[in-house]
Nanobody, 127 residues
Framework: QVQLVESGGGLVEAGGSLRLSCAAS????????MGWFRQAPGKEREFVAV????????AFTDSVKGRFTISRDNTKNTVDMQMNSLKPGDTAVYYC????????????????????WGPGTQVTVSA
């Protein structure tokens, strides 16, 4: 089992940057693909980014491509998401999640495949 805690959220002006971090407990962090999801007010939670277990594969939702990057450090049990050129439309609660079923360079963007979730961190982008 793994426990996840996000940090790094906050209030930023449009065009600014934030770096979200997700810290995982447990000794098997490298056994999980790690995803970031977000939920805006009144909307369903949606996929944002994912990184495979070995860090070799990543994917992003179209709306953040070229602005967000994702990275992981399996020695520190952390996964980070750098968010640049933020827009008001990026305002949401951001969650990190862990997928145990992923292998090697594979990943999924499907929410229900993720077994473990953090409590979320609020990101607010003002116009």
């Amino acid at each position: 089992q793994v426990q996840l805690v996000e940090s790094g959220g906050g209030l930023v002006e449009a065009g600014g940057s934030l770096r979200l971090s997700c810290a995982a407990s447990g000794r098997t962090f490298s056994g999980y693909a790690m995803g970031w999801f977000r939920q805006a007010p009144g909307k369903e939670r949606e996929f944002v980014a994912v990184i495979s277990r070995n860090g070799y594969s990543t994917a992003f939702t179209d709306s953040v491509k070229g602005r967000f990057t994702i990275s992981r450090d399996n020695t520190k049990n952390t996964v980070d998401m750098q968010m640049n050129s933020l827009k008001p439309g990026d305002t949401a609660v951001y969650y990190c999640a862990a997928d145990r079923a992923a292998t090697g360079s594979s990943y999924t963007t499907v929410q229900h495949r993720y077994e473990y979730w953090g409590p979320g961190t609020q990101v607010t982008v003002s116009a």
